[in-house]
């Protein structure tokens, strides 16, 4: 399935030029639609699990290397069907490119490139992980790449359509992306 193709067209003046408007239809990829079942987060980050399990979706640890392509051959043997792993995770992975977990690679090439030293202290946490001053009395430093690499690995928990439900969730947002 080409997921733009059920994107709605709007007709939009590409040329931008003052007193010679010509529109062309063109995709609107500012369209959206979520996932009706959601299972997202609190705040302090637990998650409704049984929520979650109710609404069909697996987890799922993305591994290092793992994409959204790979995954969906992996699991529904298709690799264009890789927007319904972007799709399920709803408003935790709008932008593939940020919200999906770097490699290992890639994670020290940004940690080299956002920080002088990696090794500097970037903040403290007690026991219990939580940030504090540094004269706490567990206070534990945290290195700018452990940072990173914490917060990089929160991305790695996500959420599967299970392959039995994919050929209606296709069905749904094509219904979905025609009222738009």
């Not at 994107?7 to 369209?31: C, F, M, S």
């Not at 994670?107 to 939580?130: C, M, P, R, W």
Request: with cysteine.
């Amino acid at each position: 399935m080409a997921y733009f193709r059920y994107y709605p067209k709007i007709a939009y003046d590409i040329r931008g030029l003052e007193g010679d408007k010509r529109h062309d239809l063109v995709t609107n990829i500012l369209a959206r639609v979520l996932v009706k079942c959601h299972g997202w987060s609190d705040v302090d980050g637990s998650s409704h699990e049984a929520l979650v399990a109710a609404c069909e979706f697996e987890k799922h640890i993305i591994m290092d290397g793992q994409n959204p392509e790979i995954l969906a051959h992996k699991i529904y043997g298709d690799s264009e069907l890789h927007w319904i792993i972007l799709y399920a995770n709803g408003a935790s992975l709008l932008n593939p490119y940020y919200d999906w977990p770097m490699t290992n690679f890639d994670l020290q090439k940004f940690v080299a490139k956002k920080y002088d030293n990696i090794n500097a202290t970037h903040h403290y946490e007690d026991s219990d992980g939580y940030e504090v001053d540094s004269d706490a009395p567990t206070a534990t430093a945290i290195t700018n790449y452990k940072h990173e690499e914490v917060v990089n690995d929160a991305k790695r928990v996500i959420r599967i359509i299970q392959p039995r439900y994919v050929d209606l969730v296709v069905d749904e947002f094509k219904r979905l992306m025609a009222t738009q």
